[in-house]
């Protein structure tokens, strides 16, 4: 699951204050966001220039990802994964099936995003990932 979530997410915000409405912010997360960065609790980016684009697809109800490759990143694949996330102050829940998982939206702006995703099941405790608005 938590796999799944990092795919779609990777990789939302200090721009959410706590008397912003859940409306607000869902309004402000629909969009498609480009990757840019993805940093572990060590400080190590797992991004860089030479990557090809990983985008996410944000609707009110549901996250989705395409990810680009190729030597020009002119392919493209989706995921084929839309995943229905809930909000909840600044806390995205995922359910899939059984398996249940959260993301904290640490920024949030007309152009940033920035989440942060942890994983008990892995050696790093938490990834940081920074998107910007396409």
Known sequence: MKKII??????????????????????????????????????????????????????????SAVSYFGDDCSSSANSGVSLPYALDGNIMNFELGTEKSTLEILELTSTTLKIKDEDDDDVLSYFISTYTRQ
Not at 8 to 26: A, M, P, R
Not at 30 to 43: A, K, N, P
């Open 6 to 63: 990092l795919f779609l997410i990777t990789g939302f915000i200090i721009g959410c204050s706590s008397d912003d409405s859940v409306t607000d912010k869902e309004s402000g997360l629909v969009g498609t966001w480009l990757r840019i960065s993805v940093i572990d609790e060590d400080g190590d980016e797992y991004v860089d220039e030479e990557d090809c684009p990983h985008e996410t697809i944000i609707s009110e109800t549901t996250v």
